[in-house]
């Protein structure tokens, strides 16, 4: 029996212009860089707070467009996009959804997966809710770039 796996591979090439998307905290918040030096690097989470705060940003101009582009409506639908990586969420209320219920408000852990209710005071629960995402991000770079001898 054959079984058919559907992925996919994508580039992102984000263009920032003076900017520091993603500082080291390491090294007192300076640009995150490639050992080249030479190209910028963004980390994954970086990344993916960038993408939860625009889609939490509903009277923003990427809400609105997407809300138009996929004919959302905005009293219904709206709500199956809301953002689980957020301060201030309530635990215990969430711990008590059922997977349905919480796998259809939270875009975020429907996309990048989650770990949020890996432990609720001390007591393990929610496994169902813990997942792997659909969408993963690490950092590439052009391999031509590097000077001979670099790793």
Not at 85 to 90: C, L, T, V, Y
Not at 123 to 136: A, C, L, N, P, Y
Not at 140 to 145: E, I, L, N, V
């Amino acid at each position: 029996m054959m079984r058919v796996l559907n992925r996919g591979t994508g580039l992102l090439v984000i263009e920032v212009r003076c900017s520091n998307p993603n500082g080291d905290p390491d090294a007192e918040s300076e640009p995150r860089t490639l050992e080249s030096g030479t190209h910028g690097l963004i980390s994954p989470v970086s990344f993916k707070r960038k993408l939860r705060d625009l889609v939490a940003d509903k009277n923003g101009p990427v809400w609105q467009t997407a809300e138009s582009a996929l004919r959302l409506s905005h009293n219904v639908d709206a709500r199956q996009y809301q953002i689980l990586e957020m301060r201030g969420r309530d635990r215990k209320t969430i711990g008590e959804m059922n997977s349905e219920t919480f796998r259809r408000e939270f875009w975020d852990a429907r996309v990048f997966g989650n770990t949020f209710l890996e432990a609720i005071e001390g007591e393990r629960k929610g496994d169902h809710f813990i997942s792997t995402g659909v969408t993963q991000f690490g950092a590439g770079f052009d391999s031509t770039q590097i000077a001979p001898g670099q790793p």
